[in-house]
Nanobody, 123 residues
Framework: QALLVESGGGLVQAGGSLRLSCAAS????????VGWFRQAAGKEREFVAA????????TIADSVKGRFTISRDNAENTAYLQMNSLAPEDTAVYYC????????????????WGQGTQVTVSR
């Protein structure tokens, strides 16, 4: 099983960048797809990006396409979300999550979740 811990959030000005990390423990990390989700205050949790277990297939939400990039390094048991051109609407708690092998976009499809990391984008 995988335990996930996010890091890298913080306060950034509009137009800036942040790189979030999701560190996993457990020998089965390589068999899990990883998704990134975010939840803004007063809104539902939404899909951001996902990467399959091999790291050779990704999907990115339309709202962040062209600005965010998902990647992973299985040797380091870590997944990443590179966020560029950040805007105030990107302010949210960002979560990484894991499910077996294949990518998915629905919150309910992910079994394992990190604690979340706050991203705040100021004007």
């Amino acid at each position: 099983q995988a335990l996930l811990v996010e890091s890298g959030g913080g306060l950034v000005q509009a137009g800036g960048s942040l790189r979030l990390s999701c560190a996993a423990s457990g020998r089965t990390f390589n068999t899990y797809a990883v998704g990134w989700f975010r939840q803004a205050a007063g809104k539902e949790r939404e899909f951001v990006a996902a990467i399959n277990w091999r790291g050779d297939s990704t999907t990115i939400a339309d709202s962040v396409k062209g600005r965010f990039t998902i990647s992973r390094d299985n040797a380091e048991n870590t997944a990443y979300l590179q966020m560029n051109s950040l805007a105030p609407e990107d302010t949210a708690v960002y979560y990484c999550a894991a499910r077996r092998i294949t990518i998915a976009k629905n919150t309910r499809d992910y079994e394992y979740w990190g604690q979340g990391t706050q991203v705040t984008v100021s004007r």
